[in-house]
Protein backbone atom coordinates (compact mmCIF):
# COMPACT_ATOMS: atom_id res chain seq x y z
CA UNK A 1 0.00 0.00 0.00
CA UNK A 2 1.07 3.84 -0.87
CA UNK A 3 0.07 6.37 1.06
CA UNK A 4 0.78 10.31 1.56
CA UNK A 5 1.35 11.06 5.77
CA UNK A 6 1.40 14.81 6.53
CA UNK A 7 3.16 15.08 9.36
CA UNK A 8 1.89 17.99 11.57
CA UNK A 9 4.26 18.75 14.61
CA UNK A 10 3.61 21.83 15.90
CA UNK A 11 4.57 23.44 19.28
CA UNK A 12 6.44 22.31 22.49
CA UNK A 13 6.62 18.76 22.83
CA UNK A 14 4.89 18.31 19.33
CA UNK A 15 8.27 17.51 17.09
CA UNK A 16 9.92 15.25 19.63
CA UNK A 17 6.53 13.06 19.65
CA UNK A 18 5.95 13.13 15.86
CA UNK A 19 9.64 12.44 14.87
CA UNK A 20 9.75 9.43 17.33
CA UNK A 21 6.45 8.30 15.94
CA UNK A 22 7.23 8.69 12.38
CA UNK A 23 10.53 5.82 13.26
CA UNK A 24 7.46 3.84 14.20
CA UNK A 25 5.69 4.08 11.14
CA UNK A 26 8.35 3.32 9.24
CA UNK A 27 9.04 0.38 10.84
CA UNK A 28 5.86 -1.01 9.92
CA UNK A 29 6.00 0.10 6.69
CA UNK A 30 9.28 -2.26 6.65
CA UNK A 31 7.30 -4.98 8.41
CA UNK A 32 4.34 -4.97 6.19
CA UNK A 33 5.81 -3.98 2.87
CA UNK A 34 4.02 -0.27 2.61
CA UNK A 35 5.28 2.65 1.09
CA UNK A 36 4.39 5.79 3.50
CA UNK A 37 5.47 9.03 2.25
CA UNK A 38 6.06 11.13 4.80
CA UNK A 39 5.75 15.25 3.80
CA UNK A 40 5.85 17.68 6.91
CA UNK A 41 3.76 20.87 7.37
CA UNK A 42 2.97 24.01 10.22
CA UNK A 43 0.61 24.50 12.55
CA UNK A 44 -0.13 26.54 15.36
CA UNK A 45 2.32 29.05 16.93
CA UNK A 46 5.41 27.21 14.69
CA UNK A 47 3.57 28.60 11.73
CA UNK A 48 2.51 32.23 13.28
CA UNK A 49 5.98 32.82 13.91
CA UNK A 50 6.62 31.76 10.58
CA UNK A 51 4.04 32.97 8.09
CA UNK A 52 1.75 34.96 10.10
CA UNK A 53 -1.26 32.49 10.07
CA UNK A 54 -1.66 29.67 12.28
CA UNK A 55 -2.44 27.52 9.73
CA UNK A 56 -1.09 28.98 6.08
CA UNK A 57 -2.70 28.01 3.32
CA UNK A 58 0.00 25.81 1.74
CA UNK A 59 -0.19 23.52 5.11
CA UNK A 60 -4.22 23.59 4.06
CA UNK A 61 -3.37 22.61 0.80
CA UNK A 62 -0.84 20.18 1.86
CA UNK A 63 -3.60 18.27 4.10
CA UNK A 64 -5.88 18.42 0.98
CA UNK A 65 -3.21 16.46 -0.90
CA UNK A 66 -2.77 13.51 1.79
CA UNK A 67 -4.31 10.82 2.70
CA UNK A 68 -3.97 11.21 6.58
CA UNK A 69 -2.49 13.31 8.98
CA UNK A 70 -0.91 13.32 12.01
CA UNK A 71 -0.52 16.39 14.03
CA UNK A 72 1.52 17.08 17.64
CA UNK A 73 0.08 19.46 19.30
CA UNK A 74 -0.18 23.20 19.40
CA UNK A 75 -0.21 26.26 21.63
CA UNK A 76 2.50 27.47 24.38
CA UNK A 77 3.49 30.63 27.03
CA UNK A 78 4.89 32.38 24.00
CA UNK A 79 1.52 33.08 21.88
CA UNK A 80 -0.70 33.51 25.04
CA UNK A 81 -1.02 37.27 25.00
CA UNK A 82 -2.12 36.79 20.81
CA UNK A 83 -5.57 37.97 19.37
CA UNK A 84 -8.09 35.26 19.05
CA UNK A 85 -7.06 35.04 15.19
CA UNK A 86 -3.39 34.46 15.87
CA UNK A 87 -3.52 32.06 18.56
CA UNK A 88 -2.30 28.61 18.14
CA UNK A 89 -5.47 26.69 18.85
CA UNK A 90 -7.13 29.00 16.15
CA UNK A 91 -5.11 26.80 13.43
CA UNK A 92 -6.19 23.72 15.10
CA UNK A 93 -10.15 24.44 15.07
CA UNK A 94 -9.16 25.93 11.40
CA UNK A 95 -8.35 23.15 9.89
CA UNK A 96 -10.58 20.61 11.18
CA UNK A 97 -13.68 22.49 10.04
CA UNK A 98 -11.41 23.02 6.35
CA UNK A 99 -11.42 19.31 6.05
CA UNK A 100 -15.15 18.90 7.83
CA UNK A 101 -13.18 16.60 10.63
CA UNK A 102 -16.71 16.51 12.27
CA UNK A 103 -16.64 13.36 14.60
CA UNK A 104 -13.83 13.12 17.40
CA UNK A 105 -13.15 9.51 18.78
CA UNK A 106 -11.17 9.36 21.95
CA UNK A 107 -10.91 5.60 22.76
CA UNK A 108 -10.15 5.27 26.63
CA UNK A 109 -8.86 1.37 27.74
CA UNK A 110 -7.22 0.75 30.94
CA UNK A 111 -4.12 -0.77 30.04
CA UNK A 112 -3.66 -3.36 33.05
CA UNK A 113 0.22 -2.60 34.19
CA UNK A 114 -1.16 0.99 34.70
CA UNK A 115 -3.38 0.60 37.17
CA UNK A 116 -1.24 2.05 39.49
CA UNK A 117 -0.92 4.85 37.56
CA UNK A 118 -4.52 5.64 37.69
CA UNK A 119 -5.98 7.83 41.19
CA UNK A 120 -8.86 5.39 41.04
CA UNK A 121 -9.34 1.97 42.95
CA UNK A 122 -8.29 -0.98 40.58
CA UNK A 123 -11.46 -2.68 40.99
CA UNK A 124 -13.17 0.30 39.50
CA UNK A 125 -10.78 0.58 36.66
CA UNK A 126 -10.81 -3.53 35.58
CA UNK A 127 -12.08 -3.89 31.65
CA UNK A 128 -12.65 -0.18 31.17
CA UNK A 129 -13.02 -0.14 27.47
CA UNK A 130 -14.90 2.81 26.26
CA UNK A 131 -15.03 5.07 23.11
CA UNK A 132 -15.92 9.03 23.20
CA UNK A 133 -17.61 9.93 20.27
CA UNK A 134 -17.79 13.97 20.12
CA UNK A 135 -19.06 16.56 17.55
CA UNK A 136 -16.17 18.67 16.29
CA UNK A 137 -17.45 20.99 14.52
CA UNK A 138 -20.06 22.91 15.69
CA UNK A 139 -21.70 23.84 19.06
CA UNK A 140 -20.36 26.67 21.35
CA UNK A 141 -16.76 26.77 20.07
CA UNK A 142 -17.66 27.78 16.35
CA UNK A 143 -22.03 29.23 16.76
CA UNK A 144 -22.24 32.98 16.03
CA UNK A 145 -22.35 35.53 17.77
CA UNK A 146 -19.74 35.32 19.74
CA UNK A 147 -18.56 38.81 20.75
CA UNK A 148 -17.81 41.26 23.70
CA UNK A 149 -20.43 43.73 23.62
CA UNK A 150 -22.70 46.09 26.44
CA UNK A 151 -25.38 44.30 28.67
CA UNK A 152 -27.09 46.25 30.86
CA UNK A 153 -24.29 48.96 30.59
CA UNK A 154 -21.72 46.42 31.71
CA UNK A 155 -18.97 44.83 29.98
CA UNK A 156 -20.77 41.18 28.91
CA UNK A 157 -19.69 38.10 26.26
CA UNK A 158 -21.56 35.81 24.44
CA UNK A 159 -21.06 33.14 22.74
CA UNK A 160 -23.65 30.85 21.33
CA UNK A 161 -24.55 27.00 21.35
CA UNK A 162 -25.91 26.52 18.21
CA UNK A 163 -26.66 23.09 16.13
CA UNK A 164 -28.83 21.36 13.01
CA UNK A 165 -30.39 18.01 12.68
CA UNK A 166 -27.86 17.52 9.78
CA UNK A 167 -25.05 18.33 11.99
CA UNK A 168 -26.52 15.76 14.71
CA UNK A 169 -27.72 12.86 12.68
CA UNK A 170 -23.99 12.39 11.28
CA UNK A 171 -22.14 12.11 14.47
CA UNK A 172 -25.24 9.81 15.91
CA UNK A 173 -25.34 7.71 12.63
CA UNK A 174 -21.24 6.94 13.23
CA UNK A 175 -21.41 6.66 17.00
CA UNK A 176 -24.06 3.72 16.36
CA UNK A 177 -21.62 2.50 13.55
CA UNK A 178 -18.74 1.85 15.43
CA UNK A 179 -21.52 0.75 18.96
CA UNK A 180 -21.78 -1.79 16.12
CA UNK A 181 -18.23 -3.52 16.08
CA UNK A 182 -17.83 -3.27 19.52
CA UNK A 183 -20.76 -3.72 22.62
CA UNK A 184 -23.59 -2.28 20.92
CA UNK A 185 -24.36 0.25 23.31
CA UNK A 186 -24.64 3.91 23.05
CA UNK A 187 -24.92 6.31 25.73
CA UNK A 188 -25.64 9.93 24.42
CA UNK A 189 -25.20 12.69 26.59
CA UNK A 190 -26.70 16.10 26.56
CA UNK A 191 -28.23 18.42 28.95
CA UNK A 192 -32.10 18.35 27.76
CA UNK A 193 -33.43 19.57 31.36
CA UNK A 194 -31.64 23.11 30.30
CA UNK A 195 -30.77 23.47 26.55
CA UNK A 196 -32.82 23.44 23.65
CA UNK A 197 -29.96 22.36 21.72
CA UNK A 198 -30.00 19.24 23.71
CA UNK A 199 -34.06 18.70 23.29
CA UNK A 200 -33.34 18.54 19.52
CA UNK A 201 -29.89 16.62 19.94
CA UNK A 202 -32.28 13.43 21.66
CA UNK A 203 -35.15 14.08 19.49
CA UNK A 204 -32.94 12.93 16.51
CA UNK A 205 -31.09 10.65 18.54
CA UNK A 206 -34.20 8.25 18.78
CA UNK A 207 -34.73 8.91 15.50
CA UNK A 208 -31.44 7.54 14.58
CA UNK A 209 -31.44 4.75 16.78
CA UNK A 210 -34.33 3.39 15.18
CA UNK A 211 -31.87 2.54 12.32
CA UNK A 212 -30.01 0.31 14.54
CA UNK A 213 -32.26 -1.91 16.16
CA UNK A 214 -29.47 -4.74 17.11
CA UNK A 215 -27.57 -1.06 19.09
CA UNK A 216 -29.08 0.21 22.57
CA UNK A 217 -29.71 3.62 22.97
CA UNK A 218 -29.89 5.40 26.53
CA UNK A 219 -29.61 9.01 27.25
CA UNK A 220 -27.63 10.83 30.52
CA UNK A 221 -27.93 14.23 31.50
CA UNK A 222 -23.76 15.52 31.26
CA UNK A 223 -23.35 16.17 34.91
CA UNK A 224 -24.43 12.36 35.78
CA UNK A 225 -22.20 11.09 33.13
CA UNK A 226 -19.33 13.47 34.71
CA UNK A 227 -20.15 11.51 37.94
CA UNK A 228 -20.76 7.84 36.54
CA UNK A 229 -17.57 8.07 34.46
CA UNK A 230 -15.80 8.05 37.95
CA UNK A 231 -18.04 5.92 39.55
CA UNK A 232 -18.47 2.87 37.52
CA UNK A 233 -16.48 3.82 33.97
CA UNK A 234 -17.07 0.28 33.35
CA UNK A 235 -20.89 0.86 31.91
CA UNK A 236 -19.92 2.49 29.33
CA UNK A 237 -19.49 1.15 25.43
CA UNK A 238 -19.83 4.08 23.25
CA UNK A 239 -20.82 7.84 24.51
CA UNK A 240 -21.81 10.08 21.95
CA UNK A 241 -21.82 13.66 22.56
CA UNK A 242 -21.57 17.61 21.62
CA UNK A 243 -18.49 19.85 21.00
CA UNK A 244 -17.85 21.56 24.36
CA UNK A 245 -19.44 18.09 26.25
CA UNK A 246 -17.33 16.15 25.09
CA UNK A 247 -14.29 18.44 25.17
CA UNK A 248 -14.75 18.30 28.96
CA UNK A 249 -15.95 14.45 29.20
CA UNK A 250 -12.70 13.03 27.37
CA UNK A 251 -10.44 14.88 29.11
CA UNK A 252 -12.05 13.12 32.87
CA UNK A 253 -11.92 9.86 31.00
CA UNK A 254 -8.23 10.39 30.16
CA UNK A 255 -7.50 10.49 33.93
CA UNK A 256 -9.22 6.61 34.48
CA UNK A 257 -5.68 5.97 32.28
CA UNK A 258 -3.92 7.68 34.66
CA UNK A 259 -2.25 9.60 31.98
CA UNK A 260 -2.89 12.29 29.42
CA UNK A 261 0.36 10.91 27.64
CA UNK A 262 -1.50 7.46 26.73
CA UNK A 263 -4.62 8.82 25.01
CA UNK A 264 -4.62 8.82 21.27
CA UNK A 265 -7.54 10.36 18.77
CA UNK A 266 -9.21 10.50 15.69
CA UNK A 267 -10.90 13.45 13.88
CA UNK A 268 -12.90 11.78 10.71
CA UNK A 269 -15.44 12.90 7.93
CA UNK A 270 -17.68 10.36 6.11
CA UNK A 271 -14.48 9.74 3.37
CA UNK A 272 -11.51 8.33 5.09
CA UNK A 273 -9.03 11.49 5.28
CA UNK A 274 -8.75 12.28 8.97
CA UNK A 275 -6.53 14.14 11.07
CA UNK A 276 -5.14 11.93 14.37
CA UNK A 277 -3.27 13.16 17.32
CA UNK A 278 -2.87 12.61 20.76
CA UNK A 279 -5.58 14.07 23.43
CA UNK A 280 -2.85 16.31 25.38
CA UNK A 281 -1.66 19.00 24.84
CA UNK A 282 2.01 20.80 23.70
CA UNK A 283 3.23 20.00 27.39
CA UNK A 284 5.77 23.44 27.14
CA UNK A 285 6.87 22.63 30.72
CA UNK A 286 8.20 19.86 29.72
CA UNK A 287 9.74 20.67 26.00
CA UNK A 288 12.80 19.74 24.93
CA UNK A 289 14.02 17.49 27.82
CA UNK A 290 13.07 14.51 26.11
CA UNK A 291 10.70 13.35 29.48
CA UNK A 292 7.37 13.92 26.63
CA UNK A 293 5.72 10.37 26.63
CA UNK A 294 5.12 9.64 22.82
CA UNK A 295 2.54 6.74 23.17
CA UNK A 296 -0.48 8.24 22.84
CA UNK A 297 1.02 9.98 19.51
CA UNK A 298 2.19 6.36 18.52
CA UNK A 299 -1.40 4.90 19.65
CA UNK A 300 -2.95 8.18 17.43
CA UNK A 301 -0.67 6.32 14.55
CA UNK A 302 -2.51 2.92 15.20
CA UNK A 303 -5.83 4.35 14.96
CA UNK A 304 -4.48 6.02 11.73
CA UNK A 305 -3.51 3.13 9.96
CA UNK A 306 -7.24 0.92 11.15
CA UNK A 307 -10.19 4.06 10.50
CA UNK A 308 -7.88 5.66 7.26
CA UNK A 309 -6.08 2.81 5.70
CA UNK A 310 -8.15 -0.29 6.77
CA UNK A 311 -4.87 -1.88 7.96
CA UNK A 312 -6.23 -3.78 11.00
CA UNK A 313 -3.21 -6.08 11.32
CA UNK A 314 -1.08 -2.85 11.61
CA UNK A 315 -2.77 -0.94 13.86
CA UNK A 316 -3.17 -4.08 16.36
CA UNK A 317 0.61 -4.77 16.10
CA UNK A 318 1.38 -1.49 17.39
CA UNK A 319 -0.87 -1.56 20.28
CA UNK A 320 0.21 -5.30 21.61
CA UNK A 321 3.91 -3.57 21.09
CA UNK A 322 2.99 -0.71 23.13
CA UNK A 323 1.19 -3.29 26.13
CA UNK A 324 4.14 -4.95 25.65
CA UNK A 325 6.33 -2.24 26.31
CA UNK A 326 3.98 -1.53 29.23
CA UNK A 327 4.02 -4.60 31.03
CA UNK A 328 8.26 -4.84 30.96
CA UNK A 329 7.65 -1.67 33.42
CA UNK A 330 9.26 0.98 30.68
CA UNK A 331 8.15 4.25 31.98
CA UNK A 332 7.99 7.76 30.98
CA UNK A 333 8.42 9.94 33.78
CA UNK A 334 4.51 10.86 33.67
CA UNK A 335 3.66 7.20 34.13
CA UNK A 336 6.63 6.10 36.19
CA UNK A 337 6.08 5.56 40.15
CA UNK A 338 8.38 6.87 42.44
CA UNK A 339 10.18 4.14 42.79
CA UNK A 340 10.73 3.28 38.80
CA UNK A 341 13.33 4.76 36.88
CA UNK A 342 12.00 6.62 33.84
CA UNK A 343 13.01 6.83 30.68
CA UNK A 344 13.16 9.24 27.52
CA UNK A 345 10.81 9.76 24.74
CA UNK A 346 13.43 8.05 22.48
CA UNK A 347 13.83 5.19 25.18
CA UNK A 348 10.56 4.21 25.12
CA UNK A 349 10.09 4.37 20.93
CA UNK A 350 13.21 2.36 20.84
CA UNK A 351 11.37 -0.50 23.02
CA UNK A 352 8.23 -0.35 21.07
CA UNK A 353 10.36 -0.58 17.79
CA UNK A 354 12.22 -3.39 19.94
CA UNK A 355 8.62 -5.18 20.68
CA UNK A 356 7.00 -4.89 16.74
CA UNK A 357 10.30 -6.85 16.10
CA UNK A 358 9.59 -9.72 18.53
CA UNK A 359 6.21 -9.46 17.01
CA UNK A 360 7.40 -10.30 13.46
CA UNK A 361 9.79 -12.58 14.47
CA UNK A 362 7.05 -14.55 16.17
CA UNK A 363 4.61 -14.96 13.48
CA UNK A 364 7.99 -15.41 10.79
P1 LIG B 1 -0.96 19.80 28.38
O1 LIG B 1 -1.70 18.58 27.98
O2 LIG B 1 0.00 20.32 27.40
O3 LIG B 1 -0.15 19.48 29.74
C1 LIG B 1 -0.80 19.16 30.97
C2 LIG B 1 0.20 18.42 31.87
O4 LIG B 1 0.40 17.09 31.36
C3 LIG B 1 1.59 19.06 31.89
O5 LIG B 1 2.15 18.91 33.16
C4 LIG B 1 2.38 18.26 30.88
O6 LIG B 1 3.77 18.22 31.14
C5 LIG B 1 1.75 16.88 31.00
N1 LIG B 1 1.77 16.17 29.71
C6 LIG B 1 0.95 16.38 28.65
N2 LIG B 1 1.29 15.58 27.64
C7 LIG B 1 2.32 14.83 28.07
C8 LIG B 1 3.11 13.82 27.49
N3 LIG B 1 2.92 13.39 26.23
N4 LIG B 1 4.11 13.28 28.21
C9 LIG B 1 4.34 13.66 29.46
N5 LIG B 1 3.62 14.61 30.09
C10 LIG B 1 2.64 15.20 29.40
O7 LIG B 1 -2.04 20.89 28.78
P2 LIG B 1 -1.84 22.42 29.23
O8 LIG B 1 -0.61 22.55 30.08
O9 LIG B 1 -3.13 22.84 29.76
O10 LIG B 1 -1.61 23.21 27.88
C11 LIG B 1 -0.33 23.52 27.34
C12 LIG B 1 -0.52 24.12 25.95
O11 LIG B 1 -1.09 23.12 25.08
C13 LIG B 1 -1.50 25.30 25.93
O12 LIG B 1 -0.99 26.25 25.05
C14 LIG B 1 -2.79 24.69 25.41
O13 LIG B 1 -3.58 25.63 24.73
C15 LIG B 1 -2.24 23.66 24.45
N6 LIG B 1 -3.15 22.54 24.17
C16 LIG B 1 -3.11 22.04 22.92
C17 LIG B 1 -3.89 20.95 22.59
C18 LIG B 1 -3.77 20.38 21.20
O14 LIG B 1 -2.87 20.76 20.47
N7 LIG B 1 -4.63 19.46 20.81
C19 LIG B 1 -4.71 20.35 23.55
C20 LIG B 1 -4.72 20.87 24.85
C21 LIG B 1 -3.91 21.96 25.14
Given amino acids: MEKQILLLPGDGIGPEIIAETKRVLEE ?103 LIVRELTGGLYFGEPRERRQINGEDGAVDTLLYTRGEIERILHQAFQFARTRKKRVV ?57 FGDILSDEASMITGSLGLLPSASMNTSKVGLFEPVHGSAPDIAGTGAANPLATILSAAMMLQYSFGLADEAKAIEVAVDRVLAQGVRTKDIAKASENAVSTTAITNAVIEALALKSASSR
Fill in 28 to 130: IARMYRHTFRFIEGRIGGDAIDATGSPLPEETLGLAKGSDAILLGAVGGPKWDGNAPEKRPEKGLLQIRKALGLYANLRPVRVLEPLMGASTLKEEVLADVDL
Fill in 188 to 244: SVDKANVLESSRLWREVADEVAREYPDVTLSHMLVDNAAMQLIRDPRQFDVIVTENL
